[in-house]
C-alpha cells in the first residue's frame, strides 16, 4: 500500500520493507506538508496586514479631509469677523479691561516702532499733514495709546508755538473737547487748519517764480499750488513755464514742446542740473594771475606831450583808457609790448630818449 499522507509523492512502499522503512517514508511526508502549511501562513497573515494598511490609509484620508473642513469653516469665520477699514470704525473711548487674562495678550503681542511725528507749531497749511502722521502712531501701537485721553496726551506733547499754548490751555481748562480725541483734533482744526486752497492757490500760482532756486525746489512748491487749485494741464504748463528762468526760458525754447505738465518738469530739472553743474566746473578753474607792475610814468611827457592816439582834437575816453591799464597796453597806440614812452608810432620829438 501507498503513503497514507495526501499528495505525497513516495511510492507505495515495497512489502518487503521493515517498519523502520516506513516510518522514514512517514517523516518526509510530514516535513513537505509542514513546509506548505508554512507558506500558506505567510501568504494568508500578508493578505492580513495588507488589508490593515489599506484600512490605516483611508483613515488617514478621511481625517485629513475633516481637517481640511474645519480649516475652512475656521477660514471663513476669521475672515467675517475681521475688522473694518482704518478710520472708519471710531475711536474707542474705554480701555480694554486691565485684567490678569489680558496681560499675557499684551506682552506677547509686540507692536512695530513708529518714529514720533515732526513737532507742530502752528502753522495753517500743515495742521492736516501733522494729524495723519499722529493718526498713523495711534494704528500702529493702539495697546500704547488705548484710550482717547492717552492719544490727547500724546498729541498735546507734539505741539510746541502758539498750537502747544492752546493745546495746554484747554487741557489745564478740562474744556469738553478733551473728553474724546475725535472733539480735540476738530477744534484744533477749526483753529490751525487753514491751508492754501482753490482760489487762493490759483492766485499764489501766478505769481511764484523759480528765483534763486534750483528747479525741483521751484517743482514742489508748484505741485503742491497745483494740487489745490484744479487747473487743467496746459494751464499749468504755461505757468510753470513762466515762473522759470530765463536762461532756463532759452534752453526750452530750442527744445519741442513737452506733452504734458510732468515732461516739462522733469526736462526743465535736468536742463537746471546741468547748467548748475557747468556753473560749479567754472568756478573751480584757476584764473590767470593779475598783474600788479605798474606802468612807469614819464611825467614830462605827460604833461607835454600830446594825448596819446590822438585823432585831430579828439582824446581818448575815460573807459578806454582804463581798458588799456587794465590790459597792459601802450597807451598811445593799444599795442602791446611796450609803454608809452617808447612807442613807435608816436612823433620823434616827443619820443623819450632811448
Known sequence: MGCVLPHCSVSPPSPSLSVPQVGVCLGVCGQERLGQCNQLMSLTCGRARLEQHE???QNLIESNRAIFD??????S??????????????????????????????MAMREPSAPAPERYDGEPGSCQAFLTQVRLVFELQPLSYPTDRARICYLIGLLKGSARAWGTTVWENQSPVCQTYQAFTLEMKKIFDHPVRGREAGDRLTIIRQGSRSVAEFAIEFRILAAECGWNDQALQRVFYRGLQDSLKDELARRDPSP????LISLAIQ???????????HSLQPHPPFSTQSEPVNLRSSLSDPEPMQIGRARLTPEERGR???????????????????????????????
Open 55 to 57: 484600512k490605516l490609509l
Open 70 to 75: 474645519q480649516v475652512s469653516k475656521l477660514t
Open 77 to 106: 469665520q476669521v475672515t467675517s469677523l475681521s475688522p473694518q477699514q482704518p478710520g472708519a470704525a471710531p475711536i474707542p473711548d474705554q480701555a480694554p479691561p486691565s485684567g490678569h487674562a489680558n496681560v499675557p495678550l499684551a
Open 260 to 263: 504734458d505738465l510732468d515732461h
Open 271 to 281: 536742463i537746471d542740473n546741468r547748467i548748475r553743474e557747468r556753473q560749479r566746473e
Open 324 to 354: 588799456r591799464h587794465a590790459a597792459n597796453v601802450c597807451l598811445y597806440c593799444g599795442h602791446a609790448g611796450h609803454y608809452i614812452a617808447g612807442c613807435p608810432a608816436r612823433p620823434a620829438k616827443g619820443r623819450a630818449p632811448q
